[in-house]
């Protein structure tokens, strides 16, 4: 990015919010509505799936449901969290094939969560009648040493589709944590399990 030009603004140009509420009096695009309704199935089952870590970890840490949710709410980050569930899964889980499960589970979440965030932390861009037509995510990024800000990326068949697909990963990641917590609270000896 460059500097700005002496006397001219180094900020995005001012919406038209005026015609941006006069289209939004209309009723909205049918492609409009369905991107907005995958971004919130995206948040359904990206919030289903993250509220599971809170008995993960309370099988992990061999605790109530209650210590295992302040943990969990005490750290801030999804990604802290995950980092927990990982460190945890070394020393509370022996059995290597639970461990592997439970790394998959959470390599396959991070996966989702990248995408999830791309969509709760962007601008949206509309075009003149008011169609979403980017995202543009609200992060530096760094590649190969350089910096970059906002990645624009299009809203277009092949995003809707990006979505539908992370949906239904998480739709089965969801059924692959709830088969995997009997199996935890046996490795982690929270029970003693059957027999």
Do not use: C
């Not at 199935?41 to 449901?65: C, G, H, K, P, Q």
């Not at 962007?122 to 075009?127: E, I, P, R």
């Not at 037509?133 to 990024?141: A, C, L, S």
Request: glycine share 6%; aromatic share 6%; net charge neutral.
């Amino acid at each position: 990015m460059g500097k700005p030009v002496r006397g001219q603004s180094a900020l995005p140009p001012r919406p038209d919010f005026g015609a941006l509420e006069a289209l939004a009096a209309r009723r909205s695009s049918e492609r409009r509505l369905t991107f907005m309704n995958l971004v919130g199935d995206l948040n359904l089952a990206w919030s289903n799936n993250e509220s599971l870590f809170i008995y993960v970890l309370m099988l992990l840490l061999r605790t109530d449901e209650r210590a295992a949710a302040i943990v969990f709410a005490t750290l801030n980050t999804t990604r802290a969290r995950l980092d927990l569930v990982q460190r945890l899964a070394k020393i509370a889980v022996a059995d290597r094939a639970v461990r592997n499960e439970l790394t998959d589970i959470v390599e396959r979440f991070s996966s989702a969560t990248r995408l999830r965030n791309d969509f709760s932390h962007a601008t949206f861009v509309l075009d003149d009648h008011g169609e979403i037509t980017h995202t543009q995510h609200m992060k530096v990024e760094e590649s190969r040493g350089n910096l970059r800000f906002g990645a624009r990326r299009p809203v277009d068949d092949a995003r809707l589709e990006e979505i539908v697909h992370a949906i239904r990963d998480l739709d089965t990641l969801n059924r692959r944590i709830w088969d995997l917590m009997p199996v935890l609270e046996v490795a982690t000896g929270a029970t003693a399990g059957p027999g």
